[in-house]
């Protein structure tokens, strides 16, 4: 679901045209947006409070075959989420989850490099402290 929601709306359309015809989809819940609450806490562990909003995408659908997949995303994409939600369906159903896995491995390809440069360009910022004994014991 974390590579459905961080996909492109391009590389979903992209990804449920190669899967050939899609099942009937019902929608359960119409694709829509709105904010959800983002929270923190103080230190990473401390007492929690509200950070700010994010505006989130959701859709909810069904598969003619029975299977329900949702998406959550940020953003006002609507039409990628729903994309991603019959993703999801068509990814509970086992005689096509291989070839959803498969039509996902560009993005998760994709994602990885992408996560690989944040993590060299944070690693190029890092600082080595050090203590100089100075031997006046």
């Given at each position: 679901?974390?590579?459905l929601?961080?996909?492109d709306?391009?590389?979903l359309?992209?990804i449920l045209d190669?899967?050939?015809?899609?099942?009937?989809?019902?929608?359960?819940?119409?694709?829509?947006?709105?904010?959800v609450?983002?929270?923190?806490?103080?230190?990473?562990?401390?007492?929690?409070?509200?950070?700010?909003?994010?505006?989130?995408?959701?859709?909810?659908?069904?598969?003619?075959?029975?299977?329900?997949?949702?998406?959550?995303?940020?953003?006002?994409?609507?039409?990628?989420?729903?994309?991603?939600?019959?993703?999801?369906?068509?990814?509970?159903?086992?005689?096509?989850?291989?070839a959803?896995?498969?039509?996902?491995?560009?993005?998760?390809?994709?994602?990885?490099a992408?996560?690989?440069?944040?993590?060299?360009?944070?690693?190029?910022?890092?600082?080595?402290?050090?203590?100089?004994?100075?031997?006046?014991?």
């Amino acid at each position: 679901m974390a590579v459905l929601a961080r996909a492109d709306r391009d590389e979903l359309a992209a990804i449920l045209d190669r899967l050939g015809p899609v099942p009937p989809v019902t929608d359960l819940r119409q694709p829509e947006t709105g904010l959800v609450m983002l929270r923190g806490r103080t230190g990473g562990e401390g007492a929690p409070f509200n950070l700010g909003e994010a505006t989130v995408s959701r859709a909810a659908v069904r598969i003619a075959s029975g299977e329900v997949g949702f998406c959550y995303r940020l953003g006002r994409d609507v039409h990628a989420a729903r994309a991603a939600a019959i993703l999801d369906a068509l990814w509970q159903d086992g005689q096509r989850r291989g070839a959803v896995e498969a039509a996902l491995a560009p993005v998760r390809a994709r994602l990885a490099a992408e996560e690989g440069q944040v993590r060299s360009e944070t690693a190029a910022t890092k600082v080595d402290f050090f203590t100089l004994v100075r031997g006046e014991d």
